[in-house]
Structure formats: structure tokens, C-alpha cells
């Protein structure tokens, strides 16, 4: 557990979240094997914790009272093999998301925010998904719809102006230009399933032919040149669902 780290500014404050979110993603997302693994009954409360370096972990509860920083939901091992584990894992990023929120106005707190400041920290942390809404695809539906809604926009538009003439003949490089800005339109509102992140035209991206969610190859460490040789790609999460459960 980190010590004696101190963000001061709302930027610092917001770097802080997002470093922790994407730890905590990472956790019930790609690394999912492990966190269940590690989320063993038969041991003593357990809380998972997402640092701002991206790094989660799961451990006993600080002993220190009261503790340095707001603490993470306790026990969460022992509901683990009570119920469905997507369940489970939509129980914990629930928590997850709700401290996440809870260390952020500490800091907030601590350091004196004021109206403005509070509400703008605010503001930029709801421009993200939750890690609900991430681990339960809710996220990528959401931008779907949205995207839905303004291509069906675009595409009355263009209807109504198809009398319209074309002022000149478009180049090659020209046309392969107007390709790549459609394309980052089109995805641009995609979320990584893995890291919440959007779209970005000029990273590599994987899709699950399972549950069909986008990750960046990064996240789930797939290279270009590794995925020339998948022929079913079945992300973390997925691949886990195989497993039997008691």
C-alpha cells in the first residue's frame, strides 16, 4: 500500500483516479484469472486496492486507525463463490467505483477544494465510464447508442443534400485521408474493454468474437503480428468464463 503520496491539484487529484481506475479494471477485466485466485474464502477480509502507478492488489486492510487513506470494501473473498462470478465481479467494481470516488474528495477534502474545484473534479471523473459500467460492457453500449443516434443524424443529412455538386475531383491521398478521419469518427466513441480508454486510430485494436468488446492491443498483449495468427480471439474475461465453478 502507498505512503505519504499527496496529490494537491485538481489535475494531480484526477491523475490520481484514473491511475487507480485503470489498476482496478485491469483487476476484474484482464487479470481476472488471478484476482479470483487470489480472492481465496478461506482467508481472512480481503480488499482490493488500485494504486495510481496502475497496480492493484489484493490484501488484508490497513491496521493503522483511522487509516491513512479511505479503505476499499472489506471481505470481498467471501461472497466469491456464493453467487454467479460475474456477479461477484459486478459486486466488487461497484464497491471499487464507490471508493474510487471516496479517495478522490478525500483529497479534495484535505487539501481545501472549493465549490468550483470540487465540481469540476467531479465533472472530469464523470466523463468516464465506471468500472461497472465497464466490466459489465455497459459502457460500450452506451457509446453505441449514442453513435447510432448521431450516424443516423449524418446520414439524413447527406440525404438532403444530395443534389448537391461536388466543387472538385478528390486525389487518392485526398480520399485515403477522408477514410481515415470516418474511420476514426465511426470508432471514435469505442471503449477498450480492459483500460475504459476511447478509440485512437493510431493504436492497435483486437475484438473478443465472443462478447465482442474492443481492447487495445496493449492491454491484453496482443501484437499485430500475433493476431495475423489467431483465428477465434477470446479476450481475458471470456476465456475465464470457461471455468467450472462449484
Same mark, same amino acid.
Given at each position: 500500500?502507498?505512503?505519504?503520496?499527496?496529490?494537491?491539484?485538481?489535475?494531480?487529484? *484526477?491523475?490520481?483516479f484514473?491511475?487507480?481506475?485503470?489498476? %482496478?479494471?485491469?483487476? !476484474?477485466?484482464?487479470?481476472?484469472?488471478?484476482?479470483?485466485?487470489?480472492?481465496?474464502?478461506e &482467508?481472512?477480509?480481503? +480488499?482490493?486496492?488500485? *494504486?495510481?502507478?496502475?497496480?492493484?492488489?489484493?490484501? %488484508?486492510?490497513?491496521?493503522? #486507525?483511522?487509516?491513512? %487513506?479511505?479503505?476499499?470494501?472489506?471481505?470481498?473473498n467471501?461472497?466469491?463463490?456464493?453467487?454467479?462470478? =460475474?456477479?461477484?465481479l459486478?459486486?466488487?467494481?461497484?464497491?471499487?467505483?464507490?471508493? !474510487?470516488?471516496?479517495?478522490?474528495?478525500?483529497?479534495?477534502?484535505?487539501? $481545501?477544494?472549493? =465549490?468550483?474545484?470540487?465540481?469540476? !473534479?467531479?465533472?472530469? @471523473?464523470?466523463?468516464?465510464?465506471?468500472?461497472?459500467?465497464?466490466?459489465? $460492457?455497459?459502457?460500450?453500449?452506451?457509446?453505441?447508442?449514442?453513435?447510432?443516434?448521431?450516424? /443516423?443524424?449524418?446520414?439524413?443529412?447527406?440525404?438532403?443534400?444530395?443534389?448537391?455538386?461536388?466543387? =472538385?475531383?478528390?486525389?487518392?491521398?485526398?480520399?485515403?485521408?477522408?477514410?481515415?478521419?470516418?474511420?476514426?469518427e465511426? /470508432?471514435?466513441?469505442? !471503449? +477498450?474493454?480492459?483500460? $475504459?480508454?476511447?478509440?485512437?486510430?493510431?493504436? *492497435?485494436? @483486437? +475484438?473478443?468474437?465472443?462478447?465482442?468488446?474492443? *481492447?487495445? $492491443?496493449?492491454? #491484453? &498483449?496482443?501484437?499485430?503480428?500475433?493476431?495475423? /495468427?489467431? =483465428?477465434?480471439?477470446? +479476450?481475458?474475461?471470456?476465456?475465464?468464463?470457461?471455468?467450472?465453478?462449484?
Amino acid at each position: 500500500m502507498e505512503t505519504g503520496y499527496n496529490p494537491r491539484t485538481v489535475e494531480e487529484v *484526477f491523475k490520481d483516479f484514473k491511475g487507480r481506475r485503470a489498476a %482496478l479494471i485491469k483487476a !476484474l477485466t484482464t487479470d481476472v484469472e488471478e484476482f479470483f485466485q487470489q480472492c481465496d474464502p478461506e &482467508k481472512e477480509n480481503l +480488499c482490493l486496492y488500485g *494504486f495510481p502507478s496502475e497496480q492493484w492488489e489484493v490484501n %488484508l486492510p490497513a491496521e493503522e #486507525v483511522p487509516p491513512e %487513506l479511505p479503505e476499499p470494501a472489506l471481505g470481498i473473498n467471501f461472497a466469491r463463490d456464493g453467487m454467479q462470478e =460475474k456477479d461477484w465481479l459486478s459486486l466488487v467494481a461497484v464497491h471499487s467505483d464507490a471508493w !474510487l470516488v471516496s479517495v478522490a474528495f478525500y483529497f479534495g477534502t484535505r487539501f $481545501g477544494f472549493q =465549490k468550483a474545484d470540487r465540481k469540476r !473534479l467531479f465533472n472530469m @471523473i464523470n466523463e468516464l465510464p465506471t468500472i461497472l459500467e465497464v466490466v459489465t $460492457g455497459a459502457a460500450k453500449k452506451q457509446q453505441k447508442d449514442k453513435y447510432s443516434v448521431s450516424n /443516423h443524424s449524418s446520414n439524413k443529412a447527406t440525404s438532403n443534400s444530395k443534389s448537391a455538386k461536388p466543387s =472538385k475531383i478528390q486525389s487518392r491521398d485526398e480520399e485515403e485521408e477522408v477514410l481515415d478521419e470516418d474511420d476514426e469518427e465511426e /470508432h471514435g466513441d469505442t !471503449l +477498450c474493454g480492459a483500460c $475504459g480508454e476511447n478509440y485512437a486510430s493510431d493504436e *492497435f485494436w @483486437i +475484438c473478443c468474437d465472443v462478447c465482442e468488446k474492443w *481492447f487495445h $492491443g496493449k492491454c #491484453v &498483449k496482443i501484437t499485430p503480428a500475433r493476431a495475423e /495468427h489467431i =483465428k477465434q480471439y477470446k +479476450c481475458p474475461s471470456c476465456s475465464s468464463n470457461k471455468r467450472a465453478r462449484p
